[in-house]
C-alpha cells in the first residue's frame, strides 16, 4: 500500500507556510513561505486611507496568495503525486476577524468599502477597540454574566466582540451591510471546500461562545441598542475540530495543485493545533507557542477559573479535557523593535561583516553578561498585556537605565523580561488549581539557546522542545489526517505524527536564585504599573493619541 500525505498550512502575522507530511509517521517532506504582499496595514490602507493608532489590518487576497504559491511550491519540492494527498488542513492567527456579504465576500473588495477602515480584515493584534472592551467587561460583572469567568474576568481588545462592537459604533454601515462576521480561519476553508463551516476553538476562546451559546441577546442591547444583531451574522452551527469541512473546489484544486475533492479539514487556530504536533495532548502539558506573540496552550481535567487567562474551553484542544490558553501579546515582536529602531548602525555593520543577523550579534554580547550585570528590569507588555492583566493599554519600561547602560543589555533585559511574564502566567495556573506537568516550547524563538536557558532559570523549570520546527503547520497536516480518515481521533494522530524532546533545558540553581531575586523586582513593577496604582501608562497613550489626531492621524512616530 503506497504512503499517503497531508498538507498543513499555517496562517502567520506576516507570512503562511505549507508543509507536507507523511501520514504515517509525521515525516516532514518539504515546506514553503508565501509573504504578504500587504503586510500588516498599521497606517494607510493601500489607497493611501490613514488609519488611527492601534490599528493593524490585512488584505484577504494575501491568504489566497498562500494557497495560489506556497501549497504547489511545497508540493513540487515534495516530490509526491497529488493523487497522494488525502486532506489539508489550516491553522490561523487569532482572533483574525472579517466581515463579508452572504456569499463570503470580503466587504473590503467592494469598491464602495475600500476606503472604509472597518471592512477589513482585523488582525489579531488590532488594539483600537481597548474602550469596547472595557465596557463588555464592566457590564459583564455588573450583570453578574457566568461566562467572564470562563475568561480570567477580562475579555480582550483583541478579541471579535471589542473589535465588531468598534465597527457599530464608528462605521455602523460597514456593521449592518456585513452578512456575515467570520473569523480568517474559517474563510480560508471556506474558500477551499465552497462551504461554510464555523470552528468551535475560535467561537470558544475569541467569541465568548460557552455551553451552547453566545453571551445573551439581552446583555449585548445593554451594550449597544443594535448590537445584539450580531447574533445574526454569527456561526451557530460548529463543527467538530478534526471534522471534514468538505472537499477542495475545482477553483481550489486549481490554486493549490491538489486534487478536486481532497478533504479539508475544519480550521482551527495556530496555537492550539501546535499541541497535536508536540504530541503534547495529557492533562498538565503546556505548550508555549514562541514568536511574535506568545500563546500558552494546556489541557486540564477540571474546569477551574484563573485570574487574566485567554479562555478555557470544553474539547477547545482536544476532546474529553477542557483547553486552557494564555499568553503574552508581544514578544518576537519586542526582540525586532529592539533591533529596528533602538540599535545603532555599528551593530548592524558587524552582522553585515560577519553574515548572522542582529538577533545573533547583540544574543552573543548578552550571553557574555552575569545575571544582574546589566542592572535592568524590563516590563514586557511594549504590545500590551494579554496575560494576566488583560490590557492592551499598557506599554513597556525599563528601570535602570544609566549611562553606562548599551544595547545588548537592554537586548538582554527584554530576553529576561518575556520570562518573567511567563512565570507570572505559570504561577496564575498552578495558584488557582491547574497543575502544569511539563513545560514545551514551540515556535521559532526555541531555536536562539540563551533564551531558552534564561526561561528555564527564570521558571525553574526543565524545558522540552516541540520536534518540528513548524508547529502550527504540521499540527494542522495531523488534523487534516483525521479529517481525511486516516486516524479515528485526534489523539491516536498526535501519537504517530507528533514529537517533541524531553527536558533540552535545565535550571541551573545558582542562576534560578539570582533571577528569583529579579523576579521579585518584576512583580513589584508589574503590580504597581498593571493593577491601577499608576495609570501613567494608559494617560501617556490618551495623550499619544490625541497628538497623533492633531496631525493627521499618523501612527508611524515618524515626523
Sequence with gaps: MSEKYTVGVDFGTLSGRALVVRVSDGLELASSEFVYPHAVMEKSLPDGTVLGPEYALQHPLDYLGVFQNAVPAALRSSGIQAADVVGIGIDFTACTVLPTLEDGTPLCLLPEFSSRPHAWVKLWKHHAAQGQADRINALAHARGESWIARYGGKISSEWAFPKVLEVLEEDPEVFHRAGKWIEATDWVVWQLCGLETRNPCTAGYKEMYQDGHYPSSDYLGALHPEFERILEKLGHTLTPLGARAGGLTAQAAQWTGLLEGTAVAVGNVDAHVTAAAANATGAGQMVAIMGTSTCHIMNGESLEDVPGMCGVVDGGITPGLYGYE????????????????????????????????????????????????HGLIALDWLSGNRSVLVNAELSGIFVGLTLATRTPDLYRAL??????????????????????????????????????????????????????????????????AVAAGSYPDIYEAARAMGKHHRAVYKPILENQKAYDRLYAEYKLLHDYFGRGANEVMKRLKTMRADALLERGGDSSGEL
Design 326 to 373: 494564555a499568553g503574552q501579546s508581544g514578544v518576537g515582536d519586542l526582540f525586532g523593535w529592539m533591533v529596528a529602531h533602538a540599535t545603532p548602525p555599528e551593530y548592524h555593520a558587524r552582522a553585515q561583516e560577519q553574515g548572522v543577523s542582529v538577533h545573533q550579534i547583540l544574543t552573543d554580547e548578552a550571553a557574555k553578561q552575569a545575571i544582574g550585570e
Design 415 to 480: 530576553l529576561e523580561s518575556t520570562a518573567y511574564g511567563t512565570r507570572t502566567i505559570l504561577e496564575a495556573f498552578e495558584g488557582s488549581g491547574v497543575p502544569v506537568h511539563e513545560l514545551i516550547i514551540a515556535g521559532g524563538l526555541m531555536k536562539n539557546p540563551l533564551l531558552m536557558q534564561i526561561y528555564a532559570d527564570v521558571t525553574g523549570r526543565e524545558l522540552s522542545l516541540v520536534a518540528s520546527q513548524q508547529g502550527g503547520a504540521l499540527g494542522s497536516a495531523i488534523f487534516a
